[in-house]
């Protein structure tokens, strides 16, 4: 389990630390550790530490005393180390310690007035040429302008040597976090640091996890400087790795059969959206569930049948007149009897491809007025934000939207959904007393009320932004929570399962918190929503212990 701390929480643990040690040990530990991952990283390259250059960004704090902290310690192993001084001072002991170590530093002109620090403004401010091409010709570029506990976007002359460092080939590694985001959200609110390597220290912080910071991060090395002793309190959120998803996923035993396996209802699929049934079918039958019965029109029903003859059907008034799989079968005495008359189910999933008409908003209520955990996604989301009524509901709840679904049941703009991810997440499960997957660049889970700390995904990819995928993940998570899953933990286990299949299915790589690495051989391929089913058995079996 890779656990994040919010800022305050990491500052208190690292006053508690300091409290016991010699003033000073901390940013030391910091600094090898970040000196570590610099040797490491240029060793990768072709001429190796001695005569690498390396430019160091230092604004005024912390981080940047761990940087050239760590610069000194590049130096003398022989690397041409320049300093860029981007703020009226650094710190005091690490540029001694540089310069003693044969470091350069380059003091960059600060901004003439209030318009110079506006990175909105073109050209209003130039960092000069011996920052320009010490930036623009080094093998190793180390952010250290601004610590954890920085808030907006980069102002001049930051934004400026940002834009430097990003148009480089250089490597860039961000120190503790990449300047310009939001440590605690991972909000990015304007110009920032994007890094190929991000070392943070004594603990995660969630803008680590979440995006649009984790994109900004690139992979996250974790020192360990001796905080953990000193955390009280539950982590804000978690990013559970393979062998956390393999321990909550259910096994049958002996005595298991399909109803103590689970049954999954599953109202999903129309006449016109035929394929929506069949993927949310195929994520439900390869997700574990003892049986599926599944709810839906004729010419779904007749889509599914060929595929997946498993499935229990019973079909709905459609457009077309296909005769029902069940005898003596009555639309208008289904309608009224919906969802006794489908049998026994241990939790539903509703919404995929259903419709959002008035028959389907009443069946959905219909759903949501058993006792039963249920897991609403796609239209289902649609009704929801017309008949907020229907929430709270006491028994378990899960909602699966993408950033625009949970604009509509918010009343939020969905770009502001997609910048602040966890706050609207959190939101919605305070305000509705629902478990939230906001699905999206980095799946997050936010637990009903915010009791318990948020859960992020990290197997995501990428090749998942297209059609039908919602419908396999929707599909999967409802047979795990027909299982006796919690709504938090059925979605975590899908979402990471569901990324993993997309991953194998399109040969992309994937290294897990624990060093764990999942590949294919033979490079990366478009995938279809059909082709994260066929591979959700694989992403089982590659986690199984």
């Given at each position: 389990?890779?656990?994040?701390?919010?800022?305050?929480k990491?500052?208190?643990?690292?006053?508690?630390?300091?409290?016991?040690?010699?003033?000073?040990?901390?940013?030391?530990?910091?600094?090898?550790?970040?000196?570590?991952?610099?040797?490491?990283l240029?060793?990768?390259?072709?001429?190796?530490?001695?005569?690498?250059?390396?430019?160091?960004?230092?604004?005024?704090?912390d981080?940047?005393?761990?940087?050239?902290?760590?610069?000194?310690?590049?130096?003398?192993?022989?690397a041409?180390?320049?300093?860029?001084?981007?703020?009226?001072?650094?710190?005091?002991?690490?540029a001694?310690?540089?310069?003693?170590?044969?470091?350069r530093f380059?003091?960059?002109?600060?901004?003439?007035?209030?318009?110079?620090?506006?990175?909105?403004?073109?050209?209003?401010?130039?960092?000069?040429?011996?920052?320009?091409?010490?930036?623009?010709h080094?093998?190793?570029?180390?952010?250290?302008?601004l610590?954890?506990?920085?808030?907006?976007?980069?102002r001049?002359?930051?934004?400026?040597?940002?834009?430097?460092?990003?148009?480089?080939?250089g490597?860039?590694?961000a120190?503790?976090?990449?300047?310009?985001?939001?440590?605690?959200?991972?909000?990015?609110e304007?110009?920032?640091?994007?890094?190929?390597?991000?070392?943070?220290?004594?603990?995660?912080?969630?803008?680590l996890?979440?995006d649009?910071?984790?994109?900004?991060?690139?992979v996250?090395?974790?020192?360990?400087?001796?905080?953990?002793?000193?955390?009280?309190?539950?982590?804000?959120?978690?990013?559970?790795?393979?062998?956390?998803?393999?321990?909550?996923l259910?096994?049958?035993?002996?005595?298991?059969?399909?109803?103590?396996?689970g049954?999954?209802g599953l109202?999903a699929?129309?006449?016109?959206?035929?394929?929506?049934a069949?993927?949310?079918?195929?994520?439900?039958?390869?997700?574990?569930?003892?049986?599926?019965?599944?709810?839906?029109?004729p010419?779904a029903?007749?889509?599914?049948?060929l595929v997946?003859?498993?499935?229990?059907?019973a079909?709905?008034?459609?457009?077309?007149?296909?005769?029902?799989?069940?005898?003596?079968?009555?639309?208008?005495q289904?309608?009224?009897?919906?969802?006794?008359?489908?049998?026994?189910?241990?939790?539903?999933?509703?919404?995929?491809?259903?419709?959002?008409?008035?028959?389907?908003?009443?069946?959905?209520?219909?759903?949501?007025?058993?006792?039963?955990?249920?897991?609403?996604?796609?239209?289902?989301?649609?009704?929801?934000?017309?008949?907020?009524?229907?929430?709270?509901?006491?028994?378990p709840?899960?909602?699966?939207?993408?950033?625009?679904?949970?604009?509509?049941?918010?009343q939020?703009?969905p770009?502001?959904?997609?910048?602040?991810?966890?706050?609207h997440?959190?939101?919605?499960?305070?305000?509705?007393?629902?478990?939230?997957?906001?699905?999206?660049?980095?799946?997050?889970?936010?637990?009903?009320?915010?009791?318990?700390?948020?859960l992020?995904?990290?197997?995501?990819?990428p090749?998942?932004?297209?059609?039908?995928t919602?419908?396999?993940?929707?599909?999967?998570?409802?047979?795990?929570?027909?299982?006796?899953?919690?709504?938090?933990q059925?979605?975590?286990?899908a979402?990471?399962?569901?990324?993993?299949?997309?991953?194998?299915?399109?040969?992309?790589?994937?290294?897990?918190?624990?060093?764990?690495?999942?590949?294919?051989?033979?490079?990366?391929?478009?995938?279809?929503?059909?082709?994260?089913?066929?591979?959700?058995?694989?992403?089982?079996?590659?986690?199984a212990?």
């Amino acid at each position: 389990m890779r656990e994040a701390y919010q800022v305050a929480k990491v500052r208190a643990a690292e006053a508690a630390l300091m409290a016991q040690l010699p003033a000073g040990t901390l940013m030391q530990r910091a600094a090898a550790g970040l000196a570590s991952v610099c040797v490491s990283l240029l060793r990768q390259g072709p001429g190796g530490v001695y005569g690498a250059r390396v430019a160091i960004l230092a604004g005024t704090g912390d981080n940047g005393g761990d940087a050239l902290y760590a610069g000194e310690r590049l130096a003398r192993r022989g690397a041409a180390v320049t300093v860029i001084q981007a703020g009226p001072r650094m710190h005091a002991g690490g540029a001694a310690a540089l310069r003693a170590a044969g470091g350069r530093f380059i003091a960059i002109v600060p901004p003439r007035g209030a318009d110079d620090t506006r990175p909105d403004l073109a050209a209003r401010y130039d960092a000069g040429h011996d920052a320009r091409h010490a930036i623009g010709h080094a093998d190793l570029i180390i952010d250290g302008l601004l610590g954890i506990g920085g808030k907006g976007g980069l102002r001049e002359p930051f934004a400026t040597l940002a834009q430097l460092a990003a148009n480089t080939a250089g490597t860039t590694i961000a120190v503790d976090l990449p300047s310009g985001i939001d440590a605690d959200t991972g909000e990015v609110e304007g110009p920032a640091v994007r890094a190929d390597v991000t070392v943070t220290f004594g603990a995660l912080k969630p803008g680590l996890l979440i995006d649009p910071g984790s994109g900004q991060a690139g992979v996250v090395e974790l020192v360990d400087i001796g905080l953990r002793p000193y955390f009280d309190t539950p982590p804000d959120a978690s990013a559970p790795q393979a062998a956390d998803i393999a321990r909550l996923l259910p096994r049958p035993t002996a005595e298991s059969d399909k109803y103590r396996r689970g049954v999954l209802g599953l109202l999903a699929g129309s006449d016109r959206y035929t394929g929506a049934a069949l993927l949310a079918t195929g994520g439900a039958v390869n997700g574990g569930a003892g049986m599926v019965r599944l709810v839906t029109a004729p010419r779904a029903a007749a889509a599914v049948r060929l595929v997946h003859p498993e499935v229990v059907l019973a079909e709905l008034p459609g457009e077309t007149t296909a005769r029902s799989m069940q005898k003596d079968f009555s639309p208008a005495q289904h309608e009224s009897q919906f969802p006794d008359d489908v049998g026994r189910v241990q939790a539903w999933v509703a919404g995929p491809g259903m419709g959002t008409d008035d028959a389907a908003a009443d069946r959905l209520a219909r759903v949501l007025a058993t006792n039963l955990p249920v897991l609403v996604d796609a239209d289902g989301l649609t009704l929801l934000a017309n008949h907020r009524e229907l929430l709270p509901r006491a028994a378990p709840t899960l909602l699966t939207p993408h950033a625009g679904e949970l604009g509509r049941l918010l009343q939020a703009d969905p770009a502001d959904v997609a910048a602040r991810r966890l706050e609207h997440a959190r939101r919605a499960a305070a305000e509705f007393g629902v478990c939230v997957l906001l699905k999206g660049s980095t799946t997050v889970v936010a637990p009903p009320h915010n009791l318990d700390p948020v859960l992020i995904n990290t197997t995501g990819t990428p090749w998942l932004a297209t059609a039908g995928t919602g419908d396999v993940l929707a599909g999967l998570a409802g047979a795990l929570l027909a299982q006796g899953l919690a709504a938090p933990q059925a979605a975590i286990a899908a979402a990471y399962l569901h990324g993993l299949a997309a991953r194998l299915a399109a040969g992309t790589s994937y290294r897990s918190g624990s060093g764990a690495t999942f590949a294919n051989e033979g490079g990366e391929a478009p995938i279809g929503a059909s082709d994260v089913v066929t591979a959700l058995h694989a992403a089982f079996r590659a986690i199984a212990p």
